[in-house]
């Protein structure tokens, strides 16, 4: 148990990914939640609604930026490995975990502020469809939202095309764990593919209804499959299947299990 702390809870790449998972899960869950209610309940309280939107928008905005940290992490244990453990130590990766969450809250709760500040109280005992633009419907957010998530593209995709090339280049040179982590980034930058159609979600669902009025709902069904659930299913097979020493550590867990 001991050895099993040292390695993932004392280790920087580890923590980001269990911060992942945890995120992810916790993401999964709100909206799966948000899904259920829009089918059955159909129309919540928006005083409900908009806290269970808030806390879905917290973190579907951490995964891109939790996948762009692990991604610079990996860059350094590859390009500086004399210095990865002075650059990554654990203080250091719980306070980019702090950031991660602190940049998602900057984002996302302007969008309370501008409802509080626009909208009349009766709007807070009514009920809507709880989507995010019928929680927080005033035009200004939309404008701040596009912008926010062009800056997030913009800045997360730099960081992947950025490792991804520093590593590439050392990876030409040298070492089975320089090819290996030039793969995770490429795995990384699918993923953040699938993860970063949340930044253009807007349009994405404005073309869905306008080509697929009639089956809206069904198409919105599909796009929750390809955008919210199927990259989250990845971050286990980059860094559990993948990873030998997750690995080696789940075969004994299930072999303890059996």
Known sequence: MHELRQIFYMNPRYILFIHLVVNDMTQVMLTI???????????????????LVLLALFTTENTPLNLACMAVECYIAICFPLRHVQICTIKRTRMVIGLIWATSMLSVLPDLFITLATEPLDFFHSRVLCLRQTAFPHPLIVKKRDITYAVFLVMVWLII??????????????????RKARNTIILHGFQLVLCMTTYVAPSLLSVLQQWFPKNYTDSLFAYYIIVQILPRSISPIIYGVRDKTFR?????HLMCKM
């Open 33 to 51: 939640i948000l899904f259920i209610i829009s089918y059955t309940i159909y129309k919540l309280h928006v005083s409900i609604c908009c806290i």
């Open 248 to 252: 080696r550590y789940l075969k004994r």
């Open 161 to 178: 095309f950025y490792t991804y090339f520093r590593i590439l280049f050392m990876a030409k040179a040298a070492s089975q764990d320089a």
